[in-house]
Structure formats: structure tokens, C-alpha cells
């Protein structure tokens, strides 16, 4: 069973940074792409950013384009969401999720594991 344990959440005002982790357990993560996805209460969840296995592919929602960066260490076996200049519209549990099938990166249902998620409250 594959485990994912997001960290770095919590709660900021509009216009600062936070950095997400997601550690998966086992020794296979670097053959697995990844992504970031978000829910709001009462609203879908929803894709966020998608990373290749070799972190040279990147794929992210328009929502959070040019303000939100994915990257991984395959060596520390972790995944990382930097977000900046945050919004209250950014507001959400974040999860991190591994690939398990090809299709389009903001298909949830192309992920097989998910993390337990990690709240973001961004206020004005």
C-alpha cells in the first residue's frame, strides 16, 4: 500500500508564499508522475499542476499559472507545490496524488494514490 503524507499547509494572507511537500513511501517514486490537485468546500476537486517522472515535464491549471511551481527531488523522494502571491480564491485542501495511467495530467481518475491533504487559508 502506498502511502503519500502532505506537509507545509496553513493559513496566510493574500500575496504570500507557501511550499507544499508530499512524500510517497515505497522506493518506486521516481518511476511515477505526480500532481497537485484542490478542494474548496462545496466545489469539485480540482487540478492544479502535474510533474513528470523526471520533473522535466510541467503542466499546471490556468488558475494558478506563473504563480505555482511543481518540482521534485527523486533523490529526498519528494514533491514540492511552491505557491506565491496566494489569493483567498486559492483557498483549499490540497492534494498530492501519484499517475498511474497516461491521458490528460488533469484527469483525477488517472491517479491511484492520494494523499490525506493539507489545508491552505489564504485571507485578505
Known amino acids: 500500500q502506498v502511502q503519500l503524507v502532505e506537509s507545509g499547509g496553513g493559513s496566510v494572507q493574500a500575496g504570500d508564499s507557501l511550499r507544499l511537500s508530499c512524500v510517497p513511501s515505497?522506493?518506486?517514486?521516481?518511476?511515477?508522475?505526480m500532481g497537485w490537485f484542490r478542494q474548496a468546500p462545496g466545489k469539485e476537486r480540482e487540478f492544479v499542476a502535474y510533474?513528470?517522472?523526471?520533473?522535466?515535464?510541467?503542466s499546471y491549471a490556468d488558475s494558478v499559472k506563473g504563480r505555482f511551481t511543481i518540482s521534485r527531488d527523486n533523490a529526498k523522494n519528494t514533491v514540492y507545490l511552491q505557491m506565491s502571491s496566494l489569493k483567498p480564491e486559492d483557498t483549499a485542501v490540497y492534494y498530492c496524488?501519484?499517475?498511474?495511467?497516461?491521458?490528460?495530467?488533469?484527469?483525477?481518475?488517472?491517479?491511484?494514490?492520494w494523499g490525506q491533504g493539507t489545508q491552505v487559508t489564504v485571507s485578505l
Open positions: 510533474i513528470s517522472r523526471s520533473g522535466t515535464t510541467t
Open positions: 515505497g522506493r518506486t517514486f521516481s518511476t511515477y508522475s
Open positions: 496524488a501519484r499517475r498511474s495511467a497516461g491521458g490528460t495530467h488533469s484527469n483525477p481518475q488517472l491517479y491511484d494514490y
